[in-house]
């Protein structure tokens, strides 16, 4: 399930917003979650522990970009053993305190993974893939 796998960049120090069809799901919305979707703060400290983190979690370390890189690039996604997660890097360049402000922390296999807003999440399908909560 790909949720597990925000919920340990949770768990290892590495501050994200879930958004997409995984954040739907925690609220309680009976969608499918292909991936999870993580709107990633944008501060150097913190992007150098998802570089860590993934580094270890990836299938293929070597596919993860280096960390120099990530303040460039749109997103980085890794395929886990949880699933695939997609770490979107300027949107939370773009989004980031917007999405924390109206997040809530829900509980996922014992880390406190920071959702988006139902209405948030919405929009951004909206305007990313031109999609409701049933699309």
Same mark, same amino acid.
């Given at each position: ?5 925000? %919920? @340990? ?20 919305? *009976?969608? *499918? ?27 293929? *370390?070597? &596919? ?5 890189? #990530? *303040? ?5 996604? @890794? ?23 109206? &997040? ?6 014992? %880390?406190?993974?920071? @959702? ?11 305007? #990313? ?7």
């Amino acid at each position: 399930m790909p949720v597990l796998a925000a %919920a @340990v960049l949770v768990a290892e120090g590495v501050s994200v917003v879930l958004v997409g069809s995984a954040a739907l799901w925690l609220h309680g919305q *009976p969608v *499918p979650v292909g991936d999870a979707d993580a709107v990633i703060e944008p501060s150097g400290q913190n992007l150098r522990r998802l570089g860590q983190v993934l580094d270890w979690l990836a299938f293929r *370390p070597r &596919a993860v970009p280096p960390v120099r890189a #990530f *303040p460039v690039l749109h997103l980085v996604s @890794v395929t886990t053993s949880y699933g695939r997660i997609d770490c979107l890097l300027e949107r939370g360049r773009v989004d980031w305190e917007r999405l924390r402000q109206s &997040a809530v922390r829900i509980p996922v296999a014992d %880390a406190g993974v920071l @959702v988006a807003a139902r209405a948030e999440v919405l929009a951004l399908r909206r305007r #990313f893939k031109g999609v409701t909560a049933d699309g």
